[in-house]
């Protein structure tokens, strides 16, 4: 029966257009004694198979891909079950290190589940390197099927050559960490092509793995246009030693403003450096000057002191300036000083110097120091050994100090087993409501511990024991986030066995 038919009928009456005998069986359906009945049923089916049904298209000669057989053994109920929490929105931190553990243990997920994977990555770019290993032949095979999952496998495809700036930064920190001397190669090649503002990002991504195979490209970057490569370009010659403009550097350091620093006040210091650099237009200053934000030559004497300060491994700026670890953080009373001593710590990696700056500047926590973006950067690279210093000289977190909490929030590598018992320590006093700060100002930094901690050391620790044996009145919330987050990890991990 076609929709034609059993509309005619509708308008002109069954009595004057009856419906034939086999025009309800047509559409699997039983006739009533009513024929009006069975036609509002016809009318029914027949709109419906209207709107779902349509002639196949005929494809002569057609071959279609089929999925390669993956033999690994799919993952448990239990590891599904998982999946499918995370891919809601609950413990949605959680799911590279479900994927993690997928590809650990060879394991793959059940079919029915790739679509939901596939559908996250997609909004979600880091996500989706995680993601490939994971998926496994089958996921790849379904993604190629899709005009936008198939995007989700195609970024070894990206060409250096030609492809958009974005994947061109991709593409080269990943050759980078897996094959220096390609990614190099392809910097030298296009290097007097590259538009001035690419310049300084893709010198930025040598710190992958930098040698001494990179000094010609560097000190070419040195001499750019651009304030910003040459300053890019620099940071990065003063990690690789005995590169000539790194002595170049040091030379000058020694021979102008090392004196600056054995000054007995900054008045001091300050006549020795108008006497060290007497004009603006030295020759030998230009390479450095040129270094220099607009704001930072209107002090342009102080700004080169703390340009070099910035640079120098601190090692070599104490054996240069002479004085001992100790001393050497008193020379930095003004904040912008300081920064820029903090700044070369970091870049260098030196964690020699923790005890020494944390000792000095825990003196006051209302040093304009704290509030910095250097300060966070330290104690966000060396949390571990800053938690165990304030634990050692049993400093307490409070309102002067919560950049400490802060920075911690940023710390996103794993947790050692006394970092987080530093932490669950120090949070013990405003959980139990004796502390200066509420607990709720360890939210964020609770959060992340709890993701990026070992889970059975967190149920190790002696204040989730006390929590659970005698918990306070009113549970913290902020706790038991905790809790849940540890607990959902540990069910997990316990899923992919």
């Not at 060409?159 to 974005?166: E, G, Q, V």
């Given at each position: 029966?076609?929709?034609q038919s059993?509309l ?6 069954t ?10 069986g ?6 009533s ?10 009318i ?15 494809f002569?000669?057609a ?10 053994r ?14 809601s ?22 079919p ?30 379904l ?7 198939r ?27 897996r ?7 392809w910097?030298?090649?296009?290097w007097k092509?590259?538009?001035a ?6 010198i ?9 195979a990179?000094?010609d ?27 000539r ?6 030379h000058?350091?020694?021979?102008r403003?090392?004196?600056a620093?054995?000054q007995?006040s900054?008045t ?15 020759e030998?200053l ?6 220099l934000s ?15 300060t ?5 090692a ?6 002479g ?10 009373d ?6 820029a001593?903090l ?7 030196d964690?020699?110097?923790i ?8 003196r ?22 800053a938690?165990?210093?304030?634990q050692?000289?049993n ?10 909490l ?6 996103r ?11 669950l ?7 139990y ?11 964020s ?19 989730v ?12 919330r902020e ?6 987050i ?12």
């Open positions: 029966m076609s929709w059993s005619k009928s509708f308008i002109t009456g009595e004057r257009n009856p419906l034939r005998e086999d025009d309800a047509s559409l699997g359906l039983v006739p004694p009513d024929p009006a009945q069975t036609l509002l049923e016809c029914a089916a027949a709109h419906l198979a209207r709107k779902a049904g349509f002639l196949l298209p005929e002569r000669n071959s279609f891909p089929v999925s390669a057989t993956d033999d690994r799919i993952c448990s109920e239990g590891a599904v079950e998982d999946l499918n929490t995370m891919l929105g609950r413990y949605a931190e959680a799911l590279p290190e479900f994927l993690t553990l997928l590809a650990q243990k060879n394991l793959r997920l059940p029915e589940s790739l679509p939901k994977l596939l559908e996250k990555s997609e909004r979600d770019p880091v996500l989706a390197e995680k993601i490939r290993p994971a998926s496994g032949a089958r996921g790849e095979w993604a190629r099927q899709h005009l936008r999952w995007l989700l496998f195609a970024g070894d495809e990206a060409d250096w050559f030609t492809a958009a700036f974005a994947d061109r930064k991709r593409l080269l920190a990943q050759t980078r960490a094959n220096p001397l390609l990614a190099l190669a910097l030298e090649k296009t092509e590259e538009k503002d690419h310049k300084a990002p893709f930025e991504i040598l710190h992958i793995r930098l040698s001494p990179d000094e490209l560097l000190e070419k970057a040195f001499s750019d246009k651009s304030r910003e490569v040459r300053l890019a370009a620099v940071q990065l010659l003063t990690r690789l030693p005995e590169n403009i790194f002595l170049r550097a040091k000058f350091f020694m021979e403003l090392a004196g620093f054995r007995k900054r001091e210091a300050a006549a020795f450096l108008k006497k060290s650099l007497p004009e603006m237009t030295d030998g230009q390479p450095w000057l040129s270094l607009k704001d930072a030559l209107t002090d342009w004497r102080n700004g080169l002191m703390r340009l070099f910035s640079l120098l491994p601190p070599d700026l104490q054996e240069m300036t004085l001992s670890r100790e001393n050497l953080p008193e020379k930095f003004d904040a912008k000083d300081v920064a001593f700044e070369a710590i970091t870049r260098h990696e964690d020699s110097w005890d020494v700056v944390l000792r000095h500047f825990c006051d926590f209302r040093h304009a120091i704290w509030q910095s973006r250097e300060m966070t950067v330290f104690l966000t690279l060396f949390a571990p050994a938690m165990v210093f304030f050692k000289n400093i307490v977190l409070g309102y002067d100090n919560q950049i400490v802060r920075a911690l929030e940023h710390f590598y794993p947790w050692p087993k006394s970092m987080l018992g530093s932490l320590e120090q949070y013990r006093r405003p959980a409501g004796s502390g200066e700060i509420p607990g709720w100002h360890y939210a930094v609770l959060h992340q511990a709890a993701y990026h901690c070992h889970p059975p050391d967190a149920a190790d620790s002696a204040l024991h006390d929590y659970l044996r005698q918990p306070p009145k009113v549970r913290p706790f038991e986030e905790f809790l849940g540890v607990r959902f990890r540990l069910n997990m991990q316990g899923h992919m066995q």
